[in-house]
C-alpha cells in the first residue's frame, strides 16, 4: 500500500504485521463455541498473535461478535418465546434467510440468549460449552484481550472483520462508525494498537483507509483470481490480503493442493502482506491429500497444510486450531540474520 506513511509496515507492531502470524478464527473455535470469550481465551492461552472476529450491528446499533446476521446457529435463539414474533425472513447481500436477526434484536435482547457450538457433529466436545456464555460485544471482547494480554505480559492483537458492511449501510447501521468510535475510545486507533480492519467489501475499507491508520486487509473469497489490476487497485487503499487458503494453494481436480500460486509473490512485489484462512484440522476441510482416514470428522494432517503455506511465503495462518499451527512454528527453524 501507498497511501500515505509506507515506513508504518516496516516499524509497527500492529495486528497481523508480526509474521509468520497465527490468528485464531473466531477465537480457538476448534475447541470452543465460536466467538466466546472462553474461545478467545483458550486462543490467547495457547499463544496466538492474534484473535479474529467478526462484527455486526444490534438494532440499537451495538457491535457484537457473530459472524452471521442469522442467530439460530450459533445461540438459543429458537428456544426463546419471548423472541418467536421476530423471526422472519430477509435478504442479506442477495441470499434470502429465515430465522432471527441481530439486527432486528436490542442488545438487550441478544444478551438474553445462550451461544452453542455451530457444528455440534464434526465438534462433538465443544457442546459441553453450550450454554455456558452470551454473545459478547466488542467492548467486552476488546477489554478480554486487553486483560489477557496484560495477564500474561505479551500484546495480543485483533483483526476485526466487518460483516456485510453494505447492508448494514442499507438499514442506516453502518458499522464503520460506531468501530472507529470504539476503538478510538479505547486507544485503539493508531498503528501500533495491534488492531487490523478486514472486509471482503472494499467500499468500506476504502471509507477506512481514508479516516484511519490501522492496517487494513482485503479479504478475498475461495475462486477470486485477481488480476494484476486488481491488485494495483487493492494497493491503493490496502495494507495486505486475507486469501481462502486455496488461491495460494490451488486444488486439483481431486481437491488435492498443487503448487503454490503467483499469489503471495505478486502481492509482495507491492508491499501487500497476506494471510489465509480457514486452516482446521478436520478432514473434511483439508485438502483430500492430507486427509487421513475416510471419516470426515476426524484430525488430518493440517500439520502439512500449514507447512505447505508457510513454504509459499504467507505472513499468517487463520486457523481454527491454533495450536496446531504454532507447533509447526516451533518446529521451523528460524533463519539466521545476516
Ligand atoms: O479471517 C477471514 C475469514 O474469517 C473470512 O471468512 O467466513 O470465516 O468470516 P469467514
Ligand atoms: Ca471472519
Request: proline share 6%.
Amino acid at each position: 500500500m501507498t497511501r500515505e506513511a509506507p515506513q508504518v509496515r516496516e516499524v509497527s507492531t500492529s495486528s497481523l504485521v508480526l509474521t509468520p502470524a497465527v490468528v485464531a478464527h473466531r477465537g480457538a473455535s476448534g475447541h470452543r463455541p465460536e466467538h466466546t470469550l472462553e474461545a478467545y481465551r483458550t486462543a490467547i492461552r495457547m499463544g496466538v498473535d492474534d484473535i479474529e472476529l467478526d462484527l455486526v450491528a444490534t438494532r440499537d446499533g451495538v457491535l457484537v461478535a457473530r459472524h452471521d446476521l442469522e442467530l439460530s446457529a450459533t445461540t438459543d435463539v429458537a428456544e426463546r418465546p419471548g423472541l418467536a414474533h421476530l423471526r422472519r425472513t430477509l435478504v442479506v447481500d442477495g441470499v434470502e434467510q429465515h430465522g432471527w436477526f441481530v439486527q432486528d434484536l436490542t442488545l438487550a435482547q441478544l444478551k438474553t440468549l445462550a451461544a452453542r457450538e455451530r457444528m455440534p457433529d464434526t465438534r462433538p466436545g465443544n457442546t459441553a460449552y453450550d450454554g455456558v456464555e452470551g454473545v459478547p460485544t466488542l467492548t467486552e471482547v476488546l477489554a478480554t484481550v486487553r486483560a489477557e494480554s496484560a495477564r500474561r505480559g505479551r500484546p495480543v492483537g485483533v483483526a476485526l472483520e466487518l460483516k456485510h458492511a453494505a447492508h448494514h449501510d442499507a438499514i442506516g447501521l453502518p458499522l464503520d462508525v460506531p468501530l472507529l468510535r470504539e476503538l478510538a475510545r479505547q486507544g485503539l486507533d493508531h498503528p501500533w494498537a495491534r488492531v487490523t480492519l478486514m472486509s471482503f467489501e472494499a467500499p468500506v475499507l476504502r471509507r477506512l483507509a481514508a479516516r484511519t491508520r490501522l492496517p487494513v486487509v482485503q479479504l478475498l473469497d475461495r475462486g477470486h483470481r485477481l488480476t494484476s489490476v486488481e491488485l494495483d487497485d487493492i494497493d491503493d487503499y490496502a495494507d495486505g490480503l486475507g486469501a481462502h487458503t486455496s488461491l495460494v494453494l490451488p486444488r486439483d481436480a481431486g481437491g488435492a493442493a498443487g503448487a503454490p500460486s503467483s499469489l503471495v509473490r505478486d502481492a509482495h512485489r507491492r508491499g501487500l502482506t497476506v494471510h489465509v484462512w480457514t486452516v482446521r484440522a478436520e478432514n473434511r476441510f483439508l485438502p483430500t491429500d492430507l486427509r487421513r482416514g475416510t471419516a470426515p470428522d476426524a484430525l488430518g494432517d493440517m500439520a502439512g497444510e500449514v507447512r505447505a503455506l508457510l513454504a509459499a511465503g504467507v505472513d499468517g495462518i487463520i486457523t481454527d486450531h491454533p495450536e496446531q499451527a504454532l507447533a509447526v512454528l516451533r518446529e521451523t527453524p528460524v533463519p539466521a540474520v545476516g
